[in-house]
């Protein structure tokens, strides 16, 4: 189950990191790159942290296949009908989901460390779209004011307790998925954020615009 639903998770995360270089008319070349760095990128980052030599994609080749056969895939497609722009999100969705549960059960079956398996988690499931994002330009979600980051947290929490609870594997792995993607898509829907820092609030007749000063600041006092 989890070597398929791991190659479910690449061949997803190759499709957006290949729609990603669509958005940007990259040619072929690129959107296979950008597929590739997009689907290995977090699982990479995840084993060269755990010391887990050789990392996935070079022990197991049929990875890199995958990734590769997936952007090629949507690079073709895409020339006879434009997909939608909510299917970059959605199966981004999908691929956070998936990825952040194999992250974790990768972290816990080498430290078996709940805390470090939920680390391992987030960052399989973010860091290949913060690669995807800046190779193409564009702010990484993870950066953004959305529910991104930490709908793959709460999976990853929910998985480490549900096998502390010693439930069966496929259940625990299937209510984590299913959590993970319903934070996600439901930020998405209903445009759900995180609260945001604001050290002070400025009122509209304070507010200056970066490198101007208020029009009466430097008049002498009355």
């Known amino acids: 189950m989890i070597y398929i639903l791991d190659l479910i ?3 997803t995360f190759a499709i957006t990191g290949a729609l990603a270089a669509g958005r940007k008319r990259m040619d072929v070349f690129g959107v296979v790159v950008l597929g590739c760095v ?3 990128g977090g699982g990479t980052l995840r084993d060269v942290i ?3 030599h050789p990392v996935f994609w070079v022990g197991e080749t049929r990875y890199l296949a995958v990734a590769s056969l997936a952007a090629i895939a949507t690079f073709l497609l895409a020339r006879f009908r434009k997909p939608s722009a909510p299917v970059l999100m959605y199966a ?4 956070l989901a998936i990825f952040t549960i194999i992250g974790f059960q990768k972290g816990y079956q080498i430290t078996n460390v709940y805390s470090i398996a939920i680390v391992m988690g987030v960052a399989t499931g973010v860091v ?3 690669i995807r994002d800046l190779l193409a330009g564009e702010i990484p979600l993870i950066l953004r004011q959305e529910i991104y980051a930490s709908a793959s947290l709460c999976g990853a929490v929910l998985l480490a307790l549900l096998v502390h609870l010693q439930l069966p594997s496929s259940l625990a792995i299937t209510a984590a998925i299913l959590t993970t993607l319903f934070i996600r898509l439901a930020a998405l829907h209903w445009n759900l954020s995180l609260p945001v820092f604001l050290l002070e609030k400025e009122s509209p007749e304070t507010a200056t615009s970066p490198g101007k000063a ?3 600041r430097d008049k002498p006092p009355r």
Do not use: F, N, Y
């Open 92 to 95: 981004d969705a999908l691929g």
């Open 38 to 40: 997009t689907a290995l």
């Open 50 to 52: 755990l010391g887990s």
């Open 128 to 130: 290949g779209g913060i």
């Open 214 to 216: 208020p029009a009466d």
């Open 9 to 11: 998770g690449t061949a």
